[in-house]
Nanobody, 123 residues
Framework: QVQLVESGGGSVQAGGSLRLSCAASGRTFSSSAMGWFRQAPGKEREFVARISWSGVTADYADSVKGRFTISRDNVKKTVYLQMNSLKPEDTAVYYC????????????????WGQGTQVTVSS
């Protein structure tokens, strides 16, 4: 089983950058696809990005494509989310999770959720 801890959130101005990290413990990390989701106040948790177990394949939500990059280091057991050109609408709590089964784009396909890290983007 994988346990996940996110970090790297903070407050930035629009146009700025942040790099989120998701540190994992557990033997199955390197064989698990991983995903980043976010949840803004009053909204449902939504898909942001996912990466295959090898790091070769990645997918992004249309809203972040071209601005965010997901990557992973299986030796360090860490998944990253580099966020550039941040917008106020990116403000949310960001969560990482381990893929279990089903569609990559839905929260129900993931488990072992971290506690989340807050990202606030001001205009």
């Amino acid at each position: 089983q994988v346990q996940l801890v996110e970090s790297g959130g903070g407050s930035v101005q629009a146009g700025g950058s942040l790099r989120l990290s998701c540190a994992a413990s557990g033997r199955t990390f390197s064989s698990s696809a991983m995903g980043w989701f976010r949840q803004a106040p009053g909204k449902e948790r939504e898909f942001v990005a996912r990466i295959s177990w090898s790091g070769v394949t990645a997918d992004y939500a249309d809203s972040v494509k071209g601005r965010f990059t997901i990557s992973r280091d299986n030796v360090k057991k860490t998944v990253y989310l580099q966020m550039n050109s941040l917008k106020p609408e990116d403000t949310a709590v960001y969560y990482c999770a381990a893929y279990l089964r089903g569609s990559y784009y839905y929260t129900g396909a993931y488990g072992n959720w971290g506690q989340g890290t807050q990202v606030t983007v001001s205009s």
